[in-house]
Every structure is written in structure tokens, then in C-alpha cells.
């Protein structure tokens, strides 16, 4: 017998055992599904290394939690590296936010009013002036002087 056809003979019936080693660590089926299959590719890779076919449980076993701890090591590294992005953009929306509403106070309480009908309420111009009792062509001069006021203060920010 070759050492692959002695490999799947020591293999049979351990997979369930090496499923419940694995969930044990995991927690979840896909990840533990994942350990075990990587578990057994490296044993297969490796499986000339063992010397006593007698030790093959203890040496699946060990190399089965050492993956699992190199999942487990990855994943939190992952979270880890999610959670700085995500206070990180939620740092820079937060100060966009406020650098916003800064500038809205600026604005006289006619030009808030047209913004938030128009942005907020999401009115098309017609709907506006109709509601505002104006004629659409001075919505549309306030709407596009307003923006502009806006956009002038945004830069001055920034600088």
C-alpha cells in the first residue's frame, strides 16, 4: 500500500471528530468546514513526515487546532483592520457633518428653507414655489445663489 491509500485508511471516520475538534474553535459550520478541509491538505502534504501510523490522531489533532488558531489569528486581524477603517470614516463624517451644519448656520433662514425643501424633502422647483408662493424662476436664482454661497464658504474652509 502507498502512503495516499494509507492516508485515506487512517482518515476514515475521523472527519466527524475532526469536524467537532474544529467547531469547538470556530463556532460556526462554514469556518469549521474550512479548518478541516485545510487540515487535511496540509496532513496529506505532510503525511510523509509521521514516523508511527500509531500517533496519526495526536498529529491530525495538533496540526487541526493549529489551523484552527491561524483562521481564528486572521480573522481578528481582519476585524481588527475593519474597525480602524470604520472609525476612521466615521471620524471624517462626523467632521464633514459638522463642518456642514457650520455653514448652514451661516445661511439666513430663507436659504436653509429652500435647501431643505429642495435636498431633504427632495420637492422638484415647480413643487417648491408652488408651496413657497414664488415664482420658479426666482426658486431657481435663490437655489443656485445659495449652492454658490455655499461652495464659496466650503473652500474658504479648506484653505
Known amino acids: 500500500m502507498d502512503k495516499n491509500e494509507v492516508f485515506k485508511e487512517l482518515m476514515l471516520n475521523r472527519e466527524e471528530k475532526l469536524y467537532r475538534i474544529a467547531f469547538s474553535y470556530m463556532k460556526n459550520e462554514a469556518d469549521s468546514l474550512d479548518v478541516v ?17 500509531t500517533y496519526f490522531d495526536t498529529w491530525i489533532i495538533r496540526i487541526l487546532i493549529n489551523t484552527a ?14 474597525d480602524e477603517v470604520e472609525v476612521e470614516a466615521i471620524e471624517k463624517d ?3 457633518t459638522l463642518d456642514l451644519l457650520n455653514l448652514l448656520e451661516n445661511l439666513s433662514d430663507d436659504e436653509r428653507e429652500l435647501l431643505y425643501h429642495r435636498y431633504f424633502e427632495d420637492l422638484r422647483v ?4 408652488e408651496k413657497l408662493s414664488l415664482k420658479e424662476g426666482t426658486v431657481k436664482s435663490r437655489l443656485s445663489r445659495t449652492i454658490s454661497k455655499l461652495r464659496r464658504e466650503m473652500r474658504g474652509e479648506m484653505l
Open 37 to 53: 478541509q485545510d487540515t487535511l491538505l496540509k496532513a496529506l502534504m505532510k503525511f510523509h513526515t509521521l514516523n508511527e501510523y
Open 69 to 82: 488558531k491561524d483562521h481564528l489569528r486572521r480573522r481578528r486581524e481582519n476585524i481588527s483592520y475593519i
Open 94 to 96: 462626523r467632521e464633514g
Open 126 to 129: 415647480k413643487e417648491i414655489a
